[in-house]
C-alpha cells in the first residue's frame, strides 16, 4: 500500500525545545490527520486538517495542511517531558465512500529533562 | 462515554489455534478498520468496513477474516494460517467527514 513519507524518523531533544515534523506524498488528499501514541496504547487523534492551507493549533501543537495538498506540518512549541511519544500522519484523498487512511511510518520524539 | 472498546488487552495463541480479537465501538461510526501494528513498521491495514455485512481486504489480509453482522461490532480472527500474528493489533472507526479514532490495542504473542 502507499505510505507517506515523514521525517525525521526519531528526535531527541532538549525539554523546552521547539519540535518540527513533516509528512510529504505523491498524493493529494483532501484531509490531513495528526496522531500520538504512547507505548502500549492506540494513536490519539492531536489534530485535523481540512482545506488547503489551513493552520490549526491545539495547545503547543500547531498543524498545518500544505497547499499543494501534498504535505502536512506538525510543530510543538515548548516540548516538556510528557511529549515523548510516537507522532503518525495520515492522509485521506477522498471524501464520499472511501473513507481510508494513508499513514506515515512515524516520528518517534525523545524529550530530555 | 463514547468510544472504542478493544478487549482483551493481551492474548496468547497456541500453535494451530484460531483466535478473535474483539472490537466495539459506540460512536455511530459507519466504517470500522483493523491494523496491525510491528515495530518500525508503523500501521498496516488488514480488513475494513465500510457499511454493515459488507468488508474489504487491506494490504495484509492474508491468515486474517472478519465479520461485520453488527455496526457496532468488528471482530478479528487471525486463523492459524497467519504464521507470524505476533504484533500490537489495532481497531478504529470513523464516518464521512469525521476524523479516524482508535482504541487501546490488543497484543498478540505466540505461546
Known amino acids: 500500500g502507499q505510505q507517506l513519507n515523514q521525517s525525521p524518523q526519531s528526535m531527541f531533544i532538549q525539554e523546552g525545545e521547539d519540535v518540527s515534523m513533516n509528512c510529504t506524498s505523491s498524493?493529494?488528499?483532501?484531509?490531513w490527520l495528526w496522531y500520538k501514541q504512547d507505548p502500549g496504547e492506540g494513536p490519539v487523534l492531536l489534530i485535523a486538517?481540512?482545506?488547503?492551507?489551513e493552520l490549526t493549533s491545539n495547545g503547543r501543537l500547531t498543524a498545518q495542511f500544505g497547499i499543494t495538498r501534498k504535505d502536512s506540518f506538525l510543530n510543538i512549541s515548548a516540548s516538556i517531558p510528557s511529549d515523548v511519544g510516537i507522532y503518525f500522519c495520515?492522509?485521506?484523498?477522498?471524501?464520499?465512500?472511501?473513507?481510508?487512511?494513508?499513514f506515515g511510518k512515524g516520528t518517534l520524539l525523545t524529550v530530555n529533562p | 462515554d463514547g468510544g472504542i472498546t478493544q478487549s482483551p488487552k493481551y492474548l496468547f495463541r497456541k500453535e494451530g489455534q484460531n483466535v478473535t480479537l474483539s472490537c466495539e465501538q459506540n460512536l455511530n461510526h459507519d466504517a470500522m478498520y483493523w491494523y496491525r501494528q510491528d515495530p518500525g513498521q508503523g500501521l498496516r491495514l488488514i480488513y475494513y468496513s465500510q457499511i454493515v455485512n459488507d468488508f474489504q481486504k487491506g494490504d495484509i489480509a492474508e491468515g486474517y477474516s472478519v465479520s461485520r453482522e453488527k455496526k457496532e461490532s468488528f471482530p478479528l480472527t487471525v486463523t492459524s494460517a497467519q504464521k507470524n500474528p505476533t504484533a500490537f493489533y489495532l481497531c478504529a472507526s470513523d464516518s464521512n467527514h469525521q476524523p479516524q479514532h482508535f482504541g487501546d490495542g490488543t497484543r498478540l504473542s505466540i505461546l
Open positions: 495520515a492522509g485521506r484523498s477522498s471524501g464520499g465512500s472511501n473513507y481510508k487512511l494513508t
Open positions: 498524493s493529494i488528499f483532501n484531509t
Open positions: 486538517l481540512y482545506k488547503a492551507g
